[in-house]
């Protein structure tokens, strides 16, 4: 196989996970190097496949199942891949008032430790959130000042 096919089908493993959460992991493109160094892109195509039928084409959609995805790593105290999951969330449509009853489910469900770990990556999530919004509006008015 060439170089070229192989980089195409790595990129469409890619693909896949930038559809799902916005983004590619960290830890994928560690498995994607350690994949093609070891000529195991398979293993990693057929995950691929995997989540996408479980995950993007759950009869739960996209939002709801990403939500569901993030109770489940709160509640196994996953911080990271909690996190992850959260942005992926919002990708496809989740606001942060979900994401807030999700923390409080994992609160009935698993106990304080979750649910602490949920509001942590939520105020993490609304900081970045109040950040984007007031360069936003400093970049409206640096526009409307030079428009006047």
């Given amino acids: 196989m060439t170089a070229d096919a192989v980089g195409d089908r790595t ?3 890619r693909d896949r996970y930038r559809a799902t959460l916005g983004s590619v992991p960290s830890g994928v493109e560690d498995r994607l190097r ?3 160094t070891f000529d195991r892109l398979r293993t990693e195509e057929a995950l691929a496949a995997l989540r996408q039928l479980v995950l993007a084409d759950s009869p739960l959609g996209a939002r709801v199942q990403q939500l569901v995805h ?3 790593l709160l509640s196994l105290g996953r911080a990271e891949p909690a996190r992850l999951h959260a942005r992926g969330a ?3 449509g ?3 008032a979900d994401l807030v009853g999700v923390a409080e489910t994992a609160l009935i469900t698993t106990g304080v430790p979750a649910y602490a770990l949920g ?3 939520i105020a993490e999530l609304l900081r970045e959130q109040d950040e984007r919004d007031a360069q936003d509006a ?3 008015g640096e526009a409307a000042g030079s428009a006047g």
């Fill in 138 to 140: 400093q970049g409206a």
């Fill in 70 to 72: 993030v109770g489940q």
């Fill in 94 to 96: 989740a606001s942060l």
């Fill in 90 to 92: 919002l990708h496809v």
């Fill in 11 to 13: 990129e469409a493993v």
């Fill in 34 to 36: 350690i994949a093609g």
């Fill in 119 to 121: 509001i942590e990556i």
